[in-house]
């Protein structure tokens, strides 16, 4: 499963899963933001690169998106906006807007492909003062997992390294011991994973100083996100593995709203997708709980 829940390992009441994690924690929508996409946009956690590329390859690729809009132009947006301005008021017009958009099935589906844009993630743990995860072979397989990216004609390409610390000392001077470790964290990172060999990809680090009677991801210190934006590396040109893509994508049901999760099934490994994150109470069509 995800690299998230080998947090595990390190004692940590962690109930999230990585996609979970990389929505919640990690921002995803500031994250994708970076990646080029400030509005709509679908975005795929997990997916296996076997069906995204259409080659006969192992692994996933842990986040890839692509813009996502509506069938009208600006001009009509506006007006959309007005009208809803009428009716609720400034304060909820423009979630309205998009609300009523999306149930009057204005969502371009499949969404244009010409633009895809991708993040690997990986996940460390400090315990015992050791920075566990962090070796060489690591940084070989990241770098790896990058160029398969950038060779295959990714727009934009980020990757982000999130880091959690164990609790230790008492639990009143918890926070600052959490805050000490991270500053640890900061300078071992700065060792381990430099990127200046895949120039223009995105690096984005968040560190999670745990307490003790929390998780890592809503209890402790935070620090993150961005270290370096991620550039364009080619322009948007139609590719071979575009169509492929579309058309898996195709056969999902259009989304109601113009930003939205997709998940492959552990079992079955089919595609579905979900607006929100978490994904409590979704369900595959094998019925696998996703
Ligand atoms: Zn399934």
């Not at 979970?20 to 990646?35: C, I, Q």
């Not at 003790?212 to 993150?224: F, I, L, R, S, Y």
Request: hydrophobic share 40%; glycine share 12%.
């Amino acid at each position: 499963m995800g690299t998230m829940t080998k947090f595990v390992e390190a004692s940590i009441s962690l109930s999230l899963a990585k996609i979970e994690s990389l929505g919640r924690f990690a921002n995803g929508p500031k994250m994708l933001e970076y990646l080029g996409l400030p509005d709509g946009w679908w975005c795929g956690l997990e997916l296996s690169r076997a069906k995204i590329f259409g080659e006969e390859v192992s692994g996933d690729v842990d986040l890839i998106a692509g813009p996502m809009v509506y069938d009208f132009d600006q001009g009509e947006w506006i007006d959309r906006i007005s009208a809803a301005v009428e009716t609720h008021g400034d304060r909820n017009a423009i979630a309205m807007a998009h609300m009523r958009a999306g149930q009057e099935g204005r969502v371009v589906w499949p969404p244009p492909i010409e633009s895809v844009v991708a993040c690997e993630a990986k996940a460390s743990y400090l315990k015992n003062g050791v920075l566990k995860r962090t070796h060489v072979a690591e940084r070989h397989e990241i770098l790896g997992q990058l160029k398969y990216l950038r060779e295959h004609g990714v727009n934009r390409l980020g990757f982000v390294h999130l880091v959690s610390t164990v609790p230790i000392g008492e639990s009143g001077d918890a926070w600052l011991s959490a805050e000490t470790q991270l500053q640890f964290v900061e300078g071992e990172l700065r060792e381990v994973l430099r990127l200046d060999d895949l120039p223009g990809v995105g690096l984005f680090r968040g560190y999670m100083g745990a307490v003790p009677g929390g998780t890592e991801d809503v209890a402790g210190v935070h620090w993150g996100m961005i270290q370096a934006a991620p550039e364009l590396l080619c322009p948007a040109t139609p590719l071979s593995w575009h169509d492929d893509l579309g058309a898996r994508l195709a056969r999902l049901p259009r989304p109601s709203e113009l930003r939205t999760y997709i998940f492959e099934c552990p079992d079955c490994g089919e595609w579905t997708h979900a607006p929100i994150l978490p994904l409590l109470g979704f369900h595959c069509r094998c019925g696998r709980a996703l």
